[in-house]
T-cell receptor, first 114, second 114 residues
Framework: DVKVTQSSRYLVKRTGEKVFLECVQDMDHENMFWYRQDPGLGLRLIYFSYDVKMKEKGDIPEGYSVSREKKERFSLILESASTNQTSMYLC?????????????FGPGTRLLVL | AQSVTQLDSQVPVFEEAPVELRCNYSSSVSVYLFWYVQYPNQGLQLLLKYLSGSTLVKGINGFEAEFNKSQTSFHLRKPSVHISDTAEYFCAVSASGGYQKVTFGTGTKLQVIP
């Protein structure tokens, strides 16, 4: 079974802090994704990566950056956290970048920014 | 650009009753369609997907969906629901011919009443 793990289930941070969310997948998947999930808005893509050190902006990249130094690990960085970044963050991975590929999701990190 | 609409944000249904969760999409090119489920405090997992061929797609846990190109719909159905089906269900679409970018709907919360 594919396993996608996220470093924290819950995080509480202060406004202005730098926040790192880590995601690791164990199936040698090429693609990895970061989404945020908000009530009534569903999932929105922040960034995705199709290879080590490669990244592409999603629909809502403002205020975020990402890092992929190793194939199995994809980090989401909030350079200066703000209250409007309070959300559930979901990481996902897929075997290739083909449009019909299934995405495998981690359990999510619920971030509260005070 | 592609989009997906889930008209019902919440659907209450009694245990052992049938259920239909509605999904409509729009795209200017051929699409692939997905239904994902999110159980409480978990990430999303794939229920089923339509890639090509038969328009009736069977998934896990007794769910099925029918692709209707003329009505641009991909409704999810189950003939008899269980308490354990209580979850949030997301319809998603990706368009052929491009790099993998999946657009998710806003989700439908299925509440199964004992």
């Amino acid at each position: 079974d594919v396993k996608v793990t996220q470093s924290s289930r819950y995080l509480v941070k202060r406004t202005g802090e730098k926040v790192f969310l880590e995601c690791v997948q164990d199936m040698d998947h090429e693609n990895m994704f970061w989404y945020r999930q908000d009530p009534g808005l569903g999932l929105r893509l922040i960034y995705f990566s199709y290879d080590v050190k490669m990244k592409e902006k999603g629909d809502i990249p403002e205020g975020y950056s990402v890092s992929r130094e190793k194939k199995e690990r994809f980090s989401l960085i909030l350079e200066s956290a703000s209250t409007n970044q309070t959300s559930m963050y979901l990481c996902a991975s897929s075997y290739t970048g083909a449009v019909q590929e299934t995405q495998y999701f981690g359990p999510g990190t619920r971030l509260l920014v005070l | 650009a592609q989009s997906v609409t889930q008209l019902d944000s919440q659907v209450p249904v009694f245990e052992e009753a049938p259920v239909e969760l509605r999904c409509n999409y729009s795209s200017s090119v051929s699409v692939y369609l997905f239904w994902y489920v999110q159980y409480p405090n978990q990430g999303l997992q794939l229920l089923l997907k339509y890639l090509s061929g038969s328009t009736l797609v069977k998934g896990i846990n007794g769910f099925e969906a029918e692709f209707n190109k003329s009505q641009t719909s991909f409704h999810l159905r189950k003939p008899s629901v269980h308490i354990s089906d209580t979850a949030e269900y997301f319809c998603a679409v990706s368009a052929s011919g491009g790099y993998q970018k999946v657009t998710f709907g806003t989700g439908t919360k299925l509440q199964v009443i004992p």
